[in-house]
């Protein structure tokens, strides 16, 4: 089904691989919506992915080239694609990659550089990705359960979503700020004291009340130490009243796209008024107390946050806000 709407949208000239299809397919129908000329000096170009055309590496003989494996070379099939003559960026840092890619995109419009920017985020299921969070014991075999007391683990999932960044006119959704810090606690393990996401929020958040916020979509993964690290740290952050909820449970943990999705999704959710269940949640899993949501309900409140964790203590917060 991939490779028939990839074709049918992109009418390729070349072979790609599956996460590129879906790369090109995801940047193509958001660029045509968006209305803007890909092609432009003044668009810019952001690849955020974890993993990119790992599968290769198993493939000898793929016939691809050595360079189809490097990130970089993925980002400028992106720009190619388009014909659009700038350098694209490419961010790769763990699971914060969507919202680091988001940050950048804000800076380059912020700056002058560009006045539209494409940001995508890819990821496909692998063997190599399921094999690494088998060895960490942290797969579950059923649906995952954010912030649930009867989570086993993530599920991993497969995505590629788009995001069409423009200069802010002060209408619509606008993302205000975002922040990244890393407090190095662990390769693979959060800090129990939440301190690189308390950091991220305290610097996102500023002043801002904390009753103004309608809800935080979190990174909420399912597996033990991330939910309650997020738990920590949103209480740190005078967050503990703030509706949380996680989209992991609806399709899986997307590694490098899922910043950039659930973004999307928490943005559509903000436009529509409403806040998102947590599926998956049933009875209280951490401790601190949280105030997970378990119904969609309506709001009219005008911020919402977007929070990622990930590998090597990196953490992210994004600050988004409607303006109608």
Not at 218 to 235: L, P, V
Request: proline share 4%.
């Amino acid at each position: 089904k991939l490779q028939d709407a990839f074709e049918k949208q992109c009418k390729p000239s070349q072979k790609y691989t599956e996460p590129e299809q879906a790369m090109l397919l995801s940047a193509s129908l958001a660029v045509a919506e968006a209305g803007i000329n890909p092609a432009s000096v003044r668009t810019g170009f952001v690849l955020s992915s974890t993993k990119g055309n790992i599968e290769l590496l198993g493939i000898p003989d793929h016939g691809l080239g050595t360079e189809r494996i490097h990130l970089w070379h993925t980002a400028g099939l992106l720009a190619a694609h388009f014909n659009n003559p700038n350098l694209p960026l490419t961010v790769t840092n763990a699971c914060i990659s969507g919202a680091a890619a988001q940050i950048a995109a804000l800076k380059m419009l912020e700056n002058g550089l560009y006045d539209h920017v494409v940001v995508t985020g890819v990821d496909m299921a692998s063997d190599f990705i399921v094999a690494g969070f088998q060895s960490f014991k942290s797969l579950d075999p059923e649906r995952c359960r954010p912030f649930d007391a009867r989570r086993k683990g993530l599920n991993i999932g497969e995505a590629a979503a788009t995001i069409v960044f423009g200069k802010a006119d002060g209408k619509g959704i606008s993302l205000t700020r975002g922040n990244v810090r890393n407090d190095a606690n662990h390769i693979s393990g959060p800090s129990r004291t939440g301190e690189g996401l308390f950091r991220a929020l305290s610097r996102t958040l500023e002043d801002l009340p904390r009753d103004e916020i309608a809800f935080i979509c979190a990174h909420g993964t399912a597996t033990s130490f991330n939910d309650q690290m997020e738990a920590i740290a949103f209480t740190r952050a005078g967050l503990q009243h703030t509706p949380v909820f996680s989209l992991k449970a609806h399709f899986g943990h997307t590694m490098g796209a899922a910043g950039v999705l659930e973004s999307i999704i928490s943005m559509k959710a903000l436009e529509d008024g409403i806040i998102l269940p947590s599926l998956g949640y049933e009875e209280p899993g951490i401790e601190g107390g949280l105030n997970i949501s378990t119904a969609t309900v309506h709001t009219n409140k005008r911020y919402i946050i977007k929070t990622l964790s990930g590998f090597g203590g990196c953490n992210a917060a994004l600050l988004y806000q409607t303006h109608s």
